[in-house]
T-cell receptor, first 115, second 109 residues
């Protein structure tokens, strides 16, 4: 157990629907990062929050949004889902703003299947 | 455009073999390079490299960074079936991590 908790583990939903993925960072970590991992593209950075505020944005679609709450857990909302959104979504956390000092700790991921 | 490229994409070896995985990068603001091992779950941290020429070692795994030629290698000696995994390389630019697509290693008994 890495200390980063992601729920649910698996999610199957129909196209056009909306889902919420949840992540609790490791105790003491202030940064939360979201990544999308699909078979053909590897790990793609989506977005980062640090202590409740958005810090960096990657290749995140407009249909996706995220937030980090005062208790530091984060949610990734995916709407108007398409078949191509099927992927493994990882959350990672780090104690610092950039992960430069100690790297990331990853959660075990949420596997999303859009049918 | 910042990018990280890993090679080979996959390899299959017999137990006891030694393998070398490569990671090359082109980024505008290099801070560190990290190696992760991903089995069927979350990637687990192996090494972080920030300085050229200093080898990091953990058991049968070792890694080194060349900041002049912009690459890193991960060596695994005396491979075991438990080494079978995808090995990911990531470069931290201060704003985010850029991941390569990984090298899939399969170790056959």
């Amino acid at each position: 157990d890495s200390g980063v908790t992601q729920t649910p583990k698996h999610l199957i939903t129909a196209t056009g629907q909306r889902v919420t993925l949840r992540c609790s960072p490791r105790s003491g970590d202030l940064s939360v990062y979201w990544y999308q991992q699909s078979l053909d593209q590897g790990l793609q950075f989506l977005i980062q929050y640090y202590n409740g505020e958005e810090r960096a944005k990657g290749n995140i679609l407009e249909r996706f949004s995220a937030q980090q709450f005062p208790d530091l857990h984060s949610e990734l909302n995916l709407s108007s889902l398409e078949l191509g959104d099927s992927a493994l979504y990882f959350c990672a956390s780090s104690v610092d703003r950039t992960g430069s000092n100690y790297g990331y700790t990853f959660g075990s991921g949420t596997r999303l299947t859009v049918v | 455009e910042d990018k990280v490229v890993q090679s080979p994409l996959s390899l299959v070896v017999h137990e006891g073999d030694t393998v070398t995985l490569n990671c090359s990068y082109e980024v505008t603001n290099f801070r560190s390079l990290l190696w992760y091992k991903q089995e069927k779950k979350a990637p687990t941290f192996l090494f972080m490299l920030t300085s050229s020429g200093i080898e990091k070692k953990s058991g049968r795994l070792s890694s080194i960074l060349d900041k002049k030629e912009l690459f890193s290698i991960l060596n695994i000696t005396a491979t075991q079936t438990g080494d079978s995994a995808v090995y990911l390389c990531a470069v931290n630019t201060g704003n985010q991590f850029y991941f390569g697509t990984g090298t899939s290693l399969t170790v056959i008994p």
